[in-house]
Protein backbone atom coordinates (compact mmCIF):
# COMPACT_ATOMS: atom_id res chain seq x y z
CA UNK A 1 0.00 0.00 0.00
CA UNK A 2 1.05 3.46 -0.79
CA UNK A 3 -0.11 6.85 1.45
CA UNK A 4 -0.27 10.37 -0.16
CA UNK A 5 -0.50 13.26 1.49
CA UNK A 6 -0.72 16.54 -0.11
CA UNK A 7 -0.03 20.11 0.87
CA UNK A 8 0.59 23.34 -0.12
CA UNK A 9 -2.86 24.77 -1.37
CA UNK A 10 -4.71 27.69 -0.63
CA UNK A 11 -5.68 31.20 -1.87
CA UNK A 12 -3.87 33.11 -4.64
CA UNK A 13 -4.46 36.01 -6.81
CA UNK A 14 -5.10 35.77 -10.62
CA UNK A 15 -1.40 35.82 -12.18
CA UNK A 16 0.63 34.40 -9.00
CA UNK A 17 2.34 31.12 -9.00
CA UNK A 18 1.24 28.14 -6.59
CA UNK A 19 3.22 25.09 -5.69
CA UNK A 20 1.72 21.83 -4.06
CA UNK A 21 3.57 18.83 -2.93
CA UNK A 22 2.73 15.66 -2.27
CA UNK A 23 4.83 13.01 -0.21
CA UNK A 24 4.66 9.27 -0.44
CA UNK A 25 4.84 6.61 2.13
CA UNK A 26 4.64 3.18 2.46
CA UNK A 27 5.21 0.62 -0.54
CA UNK A 28 6.91 3.50 -2.72
CA UNK A 29 9.22 1.38 -4.48
CA UNK A 30 6.48 0.10 -6.18
CA UNK A 31 5.61 3.24 -7.64
CA UNK A 32 6.16 4.08 -11.00
CA UNK A 33 4.16 7.18 -12.28
CA UNK A 34 2.57 9.64 -10.33
CA UNK A 35 0.82 13.10 -11.06
CA UNK A 36 -1.74 15.47 -10.43
CA UNK A 37 -5.25 15.58 -10.94
CA UNK A 38 -7.98 18.33 -10.40
CA UNK A 39 -11.71 18.84 -9.85
CA UNK A 40 -13.82 22.08 -9.59
CA UNK A 41 -17.08 22.13 -8.62
CA UNK A 42 -19.22 20.79 -11.09
CA UNK A 43 -16.94 19.73 -13.82
CA UNK A 44 -15.17 16.51 -14.44
CA UNK A 45 -11.98 15.67 -12.93
CA UNK A 46 -9.19 16.89 -15.03
CA UNK A 47 -5.46 14.78 -15.12
CA UNK A 48 -3.41 18.09 -14.88
CA UNK A 49 0.05 16.69 -15.30
CA UNK A 50 2.62 12.96 -14.60
CA UNK A 51 5.51 12.17 -14.28
CA UNK A 52 7.39 8.58 -14.52
CA UNK A 53 10.03 7.15 -12.62
CA UNK A 54 12.18 8.11 -15.33
CA UNK A 55 11.46 11.60 -14.88
CA UNK A 56 9.26 11.89 -18.56
CA UNK A 57 6.54 14.47 -18.20
CA UNK A 58 3.22 15.48 -19.47
CA UNK A 59 1.03 18.02 -19.20
CA UNK A 60 -2.46 18.71 -20.32
CA UNK A 61 -3.51 21.52 -22.43
CA UNK A 62 -4.75 23.62 -20.22
CA UNK A 63 -1.51 24.07 -17.76
CA UNK A 64 1.31 23.70 -21.06
CA UNK A 65 4.01 25.52 -20.59
CA UNK A 66 2.73 27.42 -17.24
CA UNK A 67 3.37 24.25 -15.01
CA UNK A 68 6.16 21.96 -13.94
CA UNK A 69 5.85 18.58 -12.26
CA UNK A 70 9.05 17.64 -10.78
CA UNK A 71 9.85 14.15 -8.82
CA UNK A 72 12.37 14.05 -6.12
CA UNK A 73 13.24 10.27 -5.48
CA UNK A 74 15.29 10.77 -2.17
CA UNK A 75 12.72 12.41 -0.38
CA UNK A 76 9.30 10.51 -1.88
CA UNK A 77 7.84 14.09 -3.14
CA UNK A 78 6.29 14.81 -6.13
CA UNK A 79 5.77 18.94 -6.88
CA UNK A 80 3.78 20.63 -9.22
CA UNK A 81 3.91 24.30 -9.87
CA UNK A 82 1.46 26.05 -11.54
CA UNK A 83 2.33 29.96 -13.04
CA UNK A 84 0.23 32.79 -14.12
CA UNK A 85 -2.83 31.50 -12.26
CA UNK A 86 -6.26 31.87 -13.65
CA UNK A 87 -9.86 31.38 -11.70
CA UNK A 88 -10.33 28.45 -13.84
CA UNK A 89 -7.36 26.92 -12.24
CA UNK A 90 -9.37 27.13 -9.20
CA UNK A 91 -10.09 22.96 -8.10
CA UNK A 92 -9.26 20.71 -5.20
CA UNK A 93 -5.76 19.18 -6.98
CA UNK A 94 -5.26 15.49 -5.81
CA UNK A 95 -2.03 13.39 -5.99
CA UNK A 96 -2.26 10.12 -7.16
CA UNK A 97 0.77 7.08 -7.91
CA UNK A 98 0.08 4.05 -10.38
CA UNK A 99 2.33 0.70 -9.38
CA UNK A 100 1.16 -1.07 -11.99
CA UNK A 101 2.42 -1.22 -15.71
CA UNK A 102 1.04 1.58 -17.57
CA UNK A 103 0.99 5.41 -17.80
CA UNK A 104 -1.41 7.78 -16.37
CA UNK A 105 -2.49 9.35 -19.25
CA UNK A 106 -4.29 6.35 -20.02
CA UNK A 107 -4.91 4.15 -17.22
CA UNK A 108 -6.32 5.20 -13.38
CA UNK A 109 -4.15 5.30 -10.38
CA UNK A 110 -3.92 2.43 -8.04
CA UNK A 111 -3.35 5.37 -4.89
CA UNK A 112 -4.92 8.66 -4.10
CA UNK A 113 -4.38 11.64 -2.04
CA UNK A 114 -7.07 13.26 -0.17
CA UNK A 115 -6.80 16.73 -2.04
CA UNK A 116 -5.70 20.06 -1.34
CA UNK A 117 -7.83 23.21 -2.44
CA UNK A 118 -6.36 25.58 -4.98
CA UNK A 119 -8.50 28.80 -5.23
CA UNK A 120 -7.56 31.76 -7.58
CA UNK A 121 -9.34 34.87 -6.74
CA UNK A 122 -9.09 38.18 -6.45
Known amino acids: QVQLVESGGGLVQPGGSLSVSCVAS????????MGWYRQAPGKQRELVAT???????NYADSVKGRSAISRDNAKNTVYLQINNLKPEDTAVYYC????????????????WGRGTQVTVSS
Open 96 to 111: AARSRPGALTTYEPDY
Open 26 to 33: GSIFSINA
Open 51 to 57: ITRGAVT
